[in-house]
């Protein structure tokens, strides 16, 4: 399920950083797998945990879209951020077409906890 949220990208990308999304999957734009440390991170691999959608009224340039993943070889986790709309990237889109799509829990972690 895609969550539209009222926080910011860089919030979101903070929180998710605190849950131990530190990889930058943006990476496979460049090539379709590069190496983390020494072993390489295959588009295979990864599965998509969360979505996000930001859009901001004013101004449609700030649209984006992010996803939490993980890699299911090694455990890592990471973002992958994409314009939306009308700044939609079609390279990174054909990426995120390839990567399945399994939230890990229904709860939105960019929601406090009462």
Known sequence: MIRSTEKTLSEVLQIL???????DFNLLEVKD???????????KDLV??????????ND???EAI??????SKDGAKGV?????GLYIDEEA?????QIPYREV?????????H
Request: no cysteine.
């Open 33 to 43: 797998s590069y190496k983390k440390d020494s072993d390489p991170i295959n588009i």
């Open 80 to 84: 992958f951020v994409n314009g939306y």
């Open 17 to 23: 950083k605190q849950r131990g999304y530190t990889e």
């Open 60 to 62: 449609v340039g700030d």
């Open 93 to 97: 889109t054909a990426i995120i077409d």
């Open 66 to 71: 992010l996803y939490a993943m993980h890699n």
């Open 105 to 113: 829990d229904t709860e939105d972690w960019t929601e406090n906890k």
């Open 48 to 57: 998509i945990d969360k979505i996000y959608r930001f859009s901001e009224q």
